[in-house]
């Protein structure tokens, strides 16, 4: 598989509490369609990870393009997902790029390909290590034996492990799921069973040794090679994987984390009256950690 420049950049939404300047400036970067999208949200916690998701893919393409970030526009094809729509003059590298949000942290992971090899592919996947549900660990894991493998139990259920690494075993193995599923675009709607993974096992997942690059996969018993994957441990409490199909990346760095003034360009727009109104409307939206 040929080596590509691959970006992984993550942003933590519990370290920015949005100004108006702010919050207006980020708005005016994106698409009117897209803010129709995020004012549906309820809570301000999903519109802030949504927003900054979409300022990652935006500053991600137009790193990668050279294209001024105004320039950059997105669509979403027939199962939702957003995708670059390129311009017919555009000659550079093809792209492909994934995120993922939950709790505080959002994620982007992006490769940049060559023209004469177009068929690549990432997904991204992140999960905050922690089970709330009402029921028991072991009454939860029950109900969701028919989504792993029996292999992927044994890993998940090891006599050593205690409760929390028990979390820990399931989410590193759903977020490969997920950032697998993810690059297919298919979603969670196939037999999860048979997509049978094997965690790198030679160091545990720890953020000072993150990325474990070892871990490997097969579907409906056949290995598949031509899938590559990292999986990384953010802030202790957050698992990530990122998925390669048809590509490794010339290096297995970690998430860089940005800051928000990074993510923010300048924008005439900003201050527009309908932009202004719009902020003041999101930024009455209730916390959920309130």
């Not at 905050?128 to 109900?143: A, H, N, P, Q, T």
Request: glycine share 6%; proline share 5%; net charge negative.
């Amino acid at each position: 598989m040929s080596k590509h420049i691959c970006t992984r950049w993550a942003f933590d939404l519990g370290s920015w509490r949005p100004t108006l300047p702010q919050l207006s400036q980020a708005v005016a970067s994106i698409q009117p369609e897209e803010r129709a999208r995020l004012m549906k949200f309820h809570f301000i916690d999903d519109f802030l990870s949504s927003l900054i998701g979409r300022l990652l893919m935006r500053k991600y393409v137009s790193t990668c393009s050279g294209l001024p970030p105004p320039e950059v526009k997105f669509a979403r094809d027939v199962r939702g997902k957003p995708y670059w729509v390129k311009g017919e003059d555009y000659d550079g590298p093809p792209l492909s790029f994934n995120v993922s949000h939950q709790g505080s942290l959002v994620l982007l992971a992006g490769i940049a390909g060559e023209i004469s090899d177009p068929d690549f592919g990432i997904g991204a996947d992140v999960m905050k290590i922690e089970y709330s549900g009402g029921k028991s660990l072991s009454e939860f894991f029950r109900l969701m034996k028919s989504k792993f493998s029996t292999e992927e139990w044994s890993y998940i259920g090891r006599p050593h492990h205690d409760e929390r690494e028990q979390v820990k075993a399931f989410m590193r193995h759903w977020c490969l799921k997920e950032a697998y599923v993810k690059e297919l675009g298919v979603g969670i709607t196939v037999d999860l069973q048979k997509i049978s993974f094997s965690v790198d096992t030679t160091r545990s997942l720890e953020t000072e040794v993150s990325p474990l690059i070892g871990t490997s996969l097969r579907c409906h018993d056949q290995p598949m090679d031509n899938w590559h994957f990292e999986e990384h441990l953010l802030q202790e409490d957050y698992c990530a994987a990122i998925a390669f199909r048809n590509c490794v990346p010339q290096e297995h760095g970690k998430f860089k984390f940005l800051q928000v003034e990074e993510l923010l360009v300048k924008n005439e727009d900003s201050e527009l009256e309908d932009v202004i109104s719009y902020c003041h409307k999101a930024l009455l939206k209730p916390y959920k950690r309130s």
